[in-house]
């Protein structure tokens, strides 16, 4: 199971940082990854990290501002959102695969979202 967390209400131009915490299934030796939904707008892809953290991917929406991590003895992967926009609110997803392509493309497992709001 993973769960998401740290979501709310920011400023624009400030930081969020949600985390994303596994339980049951062991997920330290899977890719995990962030998406997110936008009211309207189809569920997007925002950022993944591989297994070993060595390797990570971004949208370019995010790149730059948005830097993916993990906590492999805390099983535990972060999303730190820096200057956030407007257009950053969604409902943010963390999902997990075995393989870091297969996150990027449709992973098969799925947390429950956490929502941001970004205010101007």
């Known amino acids: 199971q993973l769960q998401a967390s740290g979501g709310g209400l920011v400023q624009a131009g400030g930081s969020l940082r949600l985390s994303c915490a596994a339980s049951?299934?062991?997920?330290?030796?899977?890719?995990r990854g962030w998406f997110r939904q936008a009211p309207g707008k189809e569920r997007e892809f925002v950022a993944a990290i591989s297994w070993s953290g060595s390797t990570t991917y971004s949208s370019d929406s995010v790149k730059g501002r948005f830097t993916i991590s993990r906590d492999k003895a805390k099983n535990k992967v972060y999303l730190q959102m820096d200057s956030v926009k407007p257009e950053d609110t969604a409902i943010y997803y963390c999902a997990a695969d075995r393989y870091l392509q297969a996150v990027v493309d449709g992973p098969i497992y799925w947390g429950q979202g956490t929502q941001v709001t970004v205010s101007s």
């Open positions: 049951g299934r062991t997920f330290s030796s899977y890719a």
